[in-house]
């Protein structure tokens, strides 16, 4: 095995720039910072060409170039020497490539300024270890912060998430259970499950962890950003550090959010996420090639997921998949059948003491505002303006269901609806927003809008 | 005919940024070499970049056949960058008293480097001693910051 194809594979995730130098055909130089480098075989690697810049002028003037990699655990420097070949403009290569930028300029809002034009492949002539250019570590009596990760024990860890997915009563307990269970068996401390509205073109966060109570109800374009692009794709997506154009690209979207201001009623949710993160991991959950959600994990620390960590987690994800579709049927399947009356009885004395909550609920867009603050659209939205309505006007507090599944005017999807997990986000939302208000499990496919404040409503059109 | 470099050119050149040169041979072939540290001369037309001697060999036939460079220099959080072309005017062994030149250089390379979340005591080890000072004469200013203007000339600064 040749030097070249030794080298770890940290030297080619980008996390430290790579350095190019060329020389244009009349001597001139150029040397500048290269993204990342792939190694596509023991003699090649592949540049990405987003723009037509001096370097890829110069490669075909002259075609000889060098690059210096570094390896990001222990800055070990090392010197190629390459030579042009060609430019690839589709294939394997270039899809893996372009998805890849995509997604960081998706991310980072800056599409259509970052997009691959080529994949320049080079073949290597030489590779030698700069040798002398780190100086030996001295003996130091203070150690490196331990990882914070908890150690690998692959059964183990598989273990805990399964037991705990297994014997999770509810949706809603699933999700909890498993990112506890990711973060006590193997360490991720920020993690969210994100799941497909509707409509199929946008994912709502329903559940996360390491991130406050903040962003739950976010939602995403499917083929916005890292996590859109894993469920357009459907393909999991790692970035092992968040290298020069995602922190640029971040640094720019700052200063454009710092100079704007803030508008009333804003009904977003700003996806949860780390604005420091150095590496990623976002995984789809399948079931039978349907898309149940995504699973994404976040890390401070550059490499910290590795290949290791994929492959754990698209096993997770394949049984998480599963769980959430097999929690979904056993609700279904204990439901009330069509026209039964609700489990309730007296009808509830709404709350006349204590605050009186203003709710107003905008047609236009489906969207439910609790005094000023934003709390829920569209079909959440719209399921919890007929829970009020119907407290308000009849006091009657339980549901189920199956009737709002026959509601025509909630508008559900009539093949494959995603009732369950809508009321899992609301009943979150309601927890964080407004804690007045409570849906409480009364037994499967059964609940009760339970009221604790006075209740104004306010349809606006 | 030499350029100047505008003031604020002058504080992200001499902030700890990353700095990379570029020469090539006879036959045009390229070489790369970090370099580990800079300061811009009074005149801001002309600088004296210093580089690891141990490492120079390729660096120094190359000038010593040509003394044509471009050096670029980018700074690690912001990825702003800027890409210096010249010539060579003059090649010594560095001084004692510019080896602190280089450790200031060092620690403030390092500090950018542990805020986008590496160990300082990695970029620390970087050998930075004994090294060579190369005196430098600018005659051309680019923009290298990553994007769409990755590339423009810099029109030369008060």
Redesign the interface.
Known sequence: MTLFESLPPACFQGVI?A?????S?D???????L?QVFRIDARHVALSCQ?F??TKQNVLE?P?????LYD?L??T?Y?L?IRYERAETCGALFDAMALRIEAIASHTGLTG??RLRSADIYEVLACEK?E????A?AD?PSP?PPDPRVPRSELKCLHLVSQRTARAPTLDGLFTALLEALEEGIGFRHSMVLLPDETGSRLFAVASRGYGDEGIGAEISVGDGLIGMVARERRSLRLS?MD??L??GR?VRASVQATGGRRELVAEIPLPGLP?A?SQLAIPLLACDRLMGVLAVES???LDFDEWDEAFLDIVGNQVAASIESAILRERSDEAPAGAVPASEEPTQLARRGPVRRFRFFASDDCVFVGDDYLIRNLPGRILWKLLRSAVDTGRTDFTNRELRLDASLGLPGLRDNLESRLVLLRRRLEQKCPELKLVSTGRGHFRLEIACGVELELVS | MPVQLAKELVELIEGGV?M?????DKD???????AVGVTVGADRSTLTVYV?A??AERTLANLED?A?????F?HV???R?V?L?GKLRSLRRARRNERALSERWLAAFAEQLHM????R???L???IWPSLALEIELHDL?A?????G??RRIEAGA
């Open positions: 720039p350095a190019i130098s060329t020389c055909h001597g001139t130089p150029n040397v500048t910072l993204s723009f810049n001096k002259n000889f170039a060098t690059v210096e990001p222990d800055f420097s010197r020497e300024v970052f700069r002398g250019f780190l100086i570590p130091d490196e550090s020069s154009e922190r640029y640094a420091d150095q401070r620390t550059a | 990353s990379q040169l570029g020469t090539r045009l072939r390229p070489e790369v070499l970090r690891p141990e490492l040509n044509t460079l471009a050096i670029t980018s959080i912001d990825h960058t890409q072309k986008v979340g590496f160990s005591r990695l970029a080890r970087i050998r680019f290298q910051t990553p994007g769409p990755a590339g």
